[in-house]
Nanobody
Framework: QVQLVESGGGSVQTGGSLRLSCAASGRTFSSDRIGWFRQAPGKEREFLAAVTWSSGSPGYADSVKGRFTISRDNTKNTVYLQMNSLKPEDTAVYYC????????????WGQGTQVTVSS
């Protein structure tokens, strides 16, 4: 059974940093791409970044490029999202998700972790 468990959320002030973790288990992820998303109250879910597990190749949404960095540690089966220069508009629930390479949609999701940025 595939499980994705996020951690590392919390409350920070504007300009602060957080590192989110996504611990993955239940299958071999070498053929997967792992993504980070967020959803703020009243807004649609937003794609932030993704990384190909096997190669480490990252991709970012324009809204977070230069502030957020995605990485993975194959030895720990964990994907990270380093978030710097946080703004109040970054306040949301952050989710990680996985999909097979070539698949159109992410099929496994974590439960989410809350990030709150205060001014």
């Amino acid at each position: 059974q595939v499980q994705l468990v996020e951690s590392g959320g919390g409350s920070v002030q504007t300009g602060g940093s957080l590192r989110l973790s996504c611990a993955a288990s239940g299958r071999t992820f070498s053929s997967d791409r792992i993504g980070w998303f967020r959803q703020a109250p009243g807004k649609e879910r937003e794609f932030l970044a993704a990384v190909t597990w096997s190669s480490g190749s990252p991709g970012y949404a324009d809204s977070v490029k230069g502030r957020f960095t995605i990485s993975r540690d194959n030895t720990k089966n964990t994907v990270y999202l380093q978030m710097n220069s946080l703004k109040p508009e970054d306040t949301a629930v952050y989710y990680c998700a996985s999909r097979r390479l070539g698949a159109a949609t992410y099929d496994y999701w974590g439960q989410g972790t809350q990030v709150t940025v205060s001014s």
